[in-house]
């Protein structure tokens, strides 16, 4: 079973740019979170969707950052336009949701690690 | 107050010994307790899993969780170079809810 992937690996753009990260969960998973570890600070939760629909975005930090999830399948974050404190590892996990009878365990991807320069 | 705590290290030791790792929390509702263990340049990975209070062992690691006193530990006996990493407490409250990360532990065993 392919795990959840993330695209780029990593990304260095400069002050003013726009980003786009991109996650493939795990086929199957209706639940996709996106994470944020900023230099020396714990990860930390963006948003949550549950297939297409945003369950929780409360961590978003601002409206330069934009998430979705075309069809309830992969989902892409664009950051626009970037700032420089918006550089960090950007963590995408799945998981499928409680209730189903499934493991409902959170599998992380390999994260973006971003630089704005 | 962070709803997290943990000492981030490093912590340094021998192969063969027993580590104790260990996370505080603020927030009574948690009942989910998470053990990840990340390597470099890689996603957390799950390591442990616990409901509620109690203990949880799996070969050399063992998660206690005591929820009277906010206080986790992962303990991991015969530690062996591999299991060099960083080690994160999460937790939540409800399944299916976002993760509650500590800073993580930074753990390095040597041969």
């Known amino acids: 079973e392919a795990g959840v992937t993330q695209f780029p690996s990593h990304s260095v753009i400069e002050k003013g740019q726009t980003v786009t990260l991109r996650c493939d969960p795990i086929?199957?998973?209706?639940?996709l979170y996106w994470y944020r570890r900023v230099m020396g600070k714990e990860i930390k939760f963006l948003l949550h969707?549950?297939?297409?629909?945003?369950?929780?975005e409360s961590g978003m930090p601002n409206n330069r950052f934009l998430a979705e999830r075309t069809g309830g399948t992969y989902s892409t974050l664009k950051v626009q336009p970037a700032e420089l404190e918006d550089s960090g590892v950007y963590f995408c996990?799945?998981?499928?949701?409680?209730?189903?009878?499934?493991?409902?365990?959170?599998?992380f991807g390999q994260g973006t690690r971003l630089t704005v320069v | 107050q962070k709803e997290v705590e943990q000492d981030p290290g490093p912590l340094s030791v021998p192969e063969g010994a027993i580590v104790s790792l260990n996370c505080t929390y603020s927030?009574?509702?948690?009942?989910?307790f998470m053990w990840y263990r990340q390597y470099s340049r890689k996603g957390p990975e799950l390591l442990m899993y616990?409901?509620?209070?109690g203990n949880k062992e799996d070969g050399r690691f063992t998660a206690q969780v005591d929820k009277s006193s906010k206080y986790i530990s992962l303990f991991i006996r015969d530690s062996q170079p591999s299991d060099s990493a960083t080690y994160l407490c999460?937790?939540?409250?409800?399944?299916?809810?976002?993760?509650?990360f500590g800073k993580g532990t930074t753990l390095s065993v040597s041969s």
């Open positions: 996990a799945s998981s499928h949701s409680p209730g189903t009878g499934t493991n409902t365990e959170a599998f």
């Open positions: 086929s199957g998973h209706d639940n």
């Open positions: 969707f549950v297939k297409e629909s945003k369950q929780d």
């Open positions: 927030n009574s509702a948690f009942q989910y």
């Open positions: 616990t409901y509620s209070s």
């Open positions: 999460a937790m939540i409250g409800q399944a299916g809810t976002a993760l509650i």
